[in-house]
């Protein structure tokens, strides 16, 4: 694993900032306007869009929100938590006109009164206190492609399991304001078996719903002289209860409601989310390399799994 500390990353972000300007400058001089009903022009800008079209940069961006439960239907959703993210991606066009996605991305969780990191937790349903384990996916790679059977898709390892997922994308203009959004669904089978983890395991499958929507500058998504145009959007995540939270089968799903944007540099980080990151795992900064491609990605499942021992069943 290496830190971004050690590679110079933090200074090829400056460079890349400085060098960005420059191109933002020029972007009004030349435009090519893009079909988006022709599936490889519309995922091709999707990546310009989430990341960089040149194979040798990486992107960086940043999420925050708030993390609520939903246990009955009769009351509203309870907030948990907040969230404050990581990723880091790098992108790989292929011959035949797909995508490689190499992303890394990470999380913590704060105290929603104060806004400081937890690292511990009081169950408010079970009123049990739990340790906090963090978002720390080293691998989730992706293939972003143009299916005979979907059209724009994306092929994903999800915990041991190549799952093709229809990747619409739904442009949507105002004027030059350009609005990205695209929503994954997906269930597989749950690493952390029932019978194993009776403390932790949410049940047989995992079901997952994803949503992504992006707000863009048409014009800099049109400039065919830089190989990136930026965003910011929202991100909501409805899945099962995380395994460090001890809910077992208990009816309920979470949601993540967070914004997120795309950054230039990591130095446009706050000081003290940096230092939580340079602290806990300096070696996020990068994006995965080209050798893990084909590896099994992570997930806060894989990961609690791999790490973790399972605690025994509630006694009554």
Known sequence: MRSILSTGGVAAGGMMLGGCAQLNAAS?????????????????????????LDPTVETPSWFGGTLFADTRRDRPLK???????????????????S????????????????GEYIDTWVNPFTKEKCDVKSIHN????????VSKKF?????MDFDGNLIEVPLPLDWQNFGDKLFSNFAVHTAFPNELKPDVWPRES?????????????????????????TRADYSGTW?????????????????NLVFSTF?????????????FRARIEERLPEYFVAPSADTWGSKNDSSFSVYARENQPLPPRTK
């Open 28 to 52: 009004a001089a030349r435009r090519e306007p893009i079909d988006f009903s022709d599936p490889n022009q519309s995922l091709r800008a999707f990546i310009k869009l989430m990341g960089d």
């Open 79 to 97: 907030p948990l938590m907040g969230v404050e993210g990581f990723g880091v991606l790098r992108t790989e066009p292929q011959p035949d006109g």
């Open 99 to 114: 995508y490689r996605i190499f992303n890394r991305e990470l999380a913590f969780y704060t105290d929603l009164k104060t």
């Open 138 to 145: 080293m691998t989730v790679n992706a293939h972003m492609i």
């Open 151 to 155: 059209g724009t898709a994306i092929e």
């Open 202 to 226: 949410s049940g047989p499958v995992v079901r997952i719903a994803e949503i992504f929507q992006r707000t863009a500058d048409l014009a800099e998504l049109e400039d065919p002289d830089v």
């Open 236 to 252: 909501t995540r409805v899945g099962p209860w995380l395994p460090w939270m001890r809910q077992g089968q208990t009816d309920g």
């Open 260 to 272: 997120m944007t795309k950054l230039k540099s990591a130095d446009e980080l706050s000081p003290r």
